[in-house]
């Protein structure tokens, strides 16, 4: 099992650039793939980005590709999203999610664990 647990998230102006931290416990982080996820207010959980075991980037949604970056530490049980050039359609809660199988990471349905999110606005 694995608690997750997210920050970074915030207000910022369109332009700017944010960095999420996912923090999770337990001593099998680097036995899941990791996943960022992002819902607005109205709309479904998105997939935004996913990483490797071995901290590879696995794929990026269109809406996010060349803006955000997906990394991860295993010695510090923790996975980042850089987003940079924030737009407001980016304004979203973002969630982290382990997923211990890896055989589609874009799909939310395959993560049995999720962090609580983080609110990230981005203003005009």
């Known amino acids: 099992q694995v608690q997750l647990v997210e920050s970074g998230g915030g207000l910022v102006q369109a332009g700017g650039s944010l960095r999420l931290s996912c923090a999770a416990s337990?001593?099998?982080?680097?036995?899941?793939?990791m996943g960022w996820f992002r819902q607005a207010p109205g709309k479904e959980r998105e997939f935004v980005a996913a990483?490797?075991?071995?901290?590879?980037?696995?794929e990026y949604s269109d809406s996010v590709k060349g803006r955000f970056t997906i990394s991860r530490d295993n010695a510090k049980n923790t996975v980042y999203l850089q987003m940079n050039v924030l737009v407001p359609a980016d304004t979203a809660v973002y969630y982290c999610?382990?997923?211990?199988?890896?055989?589609?990471?874009?799909?939310?349905?395959?993560?049995?664990?999720w962090g609580q999110g983080t609110q990230v606005t981005v203003s005009s």
């Open positions: 999610g382990a997923d211990r199988l890896g055989q589609r990471p874009g799909d939310r349905s395959e993560y049995g664990y």
């Open positions: 337990g001593r099998t982080f680097s036995s899941y793939v």
């Open positions: 990483i490797t075991r071995s901290g590879i980037p696995i």
